[in-house]
Each structure stands twice: as structure tokens, then as C-alpha cells.
């Protein structure tokens, strides 16, 4: 009889267990980006980020979110500029990455949690654009920037339902952009507002 109690014991133990450790869940999100570029005389610059992640809890109260997204980013500048005969307008930087962020989550509550951790990135493409006398002009620029990007973000989120969420970061970049020859110290900054979907 102790024994048939003990296997009981711990058989409804398990099924505890189970029933409050979640496994892993994949899910994918996407949104707007404001971003900027620091050192230089620039303002900032709409865009957009897709992607996928998946949402691995490691307790109670903290998860792990690895993540890979697209992202659209860069700046405009501030002012136009006159050089001899030639007036620049409108000039734009646009940065295309494919970002893995790595986030740790702490859920305060059921539905709202605070993250922070480092986001590595590869530039796919580079392009500046701009106007000169009135006449539009594009240009590849990625060969003049550094391949990869490291940054650090922190963020918050709320979940609306166990499937529908939305979620607010802040990534800052620690390294330069440009490649160490031309001498400039710029970096990207850049926040998000978009949607999570998990399935």
C-alpha cells in the first residue's frame, strides 16, 4: 500500500511538473524601426523588421528568446549641403541587416515581461540616396561598411493573449559601422514597436 502511494505521489508530481514547465514555443513577429546613426549630422529614419523566434523558458519567471530578423535601418541627414555648382538634398542611408538577437525575459506578470541582451548583425546591403541639383541619385555604399554589427537591447512587452503580443526595444550599437581606414566613429541606434505572434 506505501508503495502504490509513493508511485502515486510521484506520478501526480510529474504531471505537475509538466502542466507548469512550458516547453519551447516558435512564433514570429514583425514591425516598425526608428533608427539613427550617432556621430554624424543625421536625423532619424523609418523602417521595418520581420522575422522568427523561438521562446525557451528556463523557470519560472525568465525565458530565453533567441531571434533572427530582417531590418531596415538608417538615417537621413539633417541639413542639405552645397558643394561648387552642386546642391545635395534629401540624403538617406538605408541599412539592411539580418539580426540574431538573443534576449533574457522577466515575466513581472503573466502578461507583461522586461528583456535586455546583446543583438549580433550582418549588413546585406548599403545604399545612400539623395538628390543633386533636383535629379535623384542611388548608390551602393556597403563595400565602405563594416560586415558585422554588435549592439545591446533592452525592451519591455505585453501579451494580449497566449498568442498575440506586442513588444517595445531599444538596441544601441557598440561598434562603428564604417570601416576603420575612413576614420569615422558612427554607430547605429535603433527602436522597435511591432507585433509577436506565437503559435
Known sequence: ??????????VMGTMTFAQSTDGPRFGVKGGGNLSSITGSDSKSKLGFYAGAFVNIPISEAFTIQPEVVYSQQGAKAKDDYEMATYKVTNMEQTLSYIN???????????????????????????????D???????????DSLKTFNF??????GYKFT??????????TGLTKIVKDGL?????????????????
Open 151 to 156: 549592439g545591446l537591447g533592452i525592451g519591455l
Open 100 to 130: 540574431v538577437p538573443v534576449m533574457l525575459q522577466y515575466s513581472a506578470t503573466p502578461k507583461f515581461y522586461l528583456e535586455a541582451g546583446p543583438e549580433f548583425g550582418i549588413l546585406v546591403n548599403a545604399q545612400t540616396k539623395g
Open 1 to 10: 500500500m506505501k508503495k502504490q502511494l509513493l508511485v502515486l505521489c510521484i
Open 132 to 142: 543633386i541639383n533636383g535629379q535623384t541619385f542611388k548608390a551602393s555604399n556597403k
Open 183 to 199: 576614420g569615422d566613429s558612427s554607430k547605429n541606434t535603433n527602436f522597435q514597436l511591432g507585433i509577436n505572434y506565437f503559435f
Open 162 to 171: 497566449p498568442n498575440i503580443g506586442i513588444n517595445a526595444r531599444y538596441i
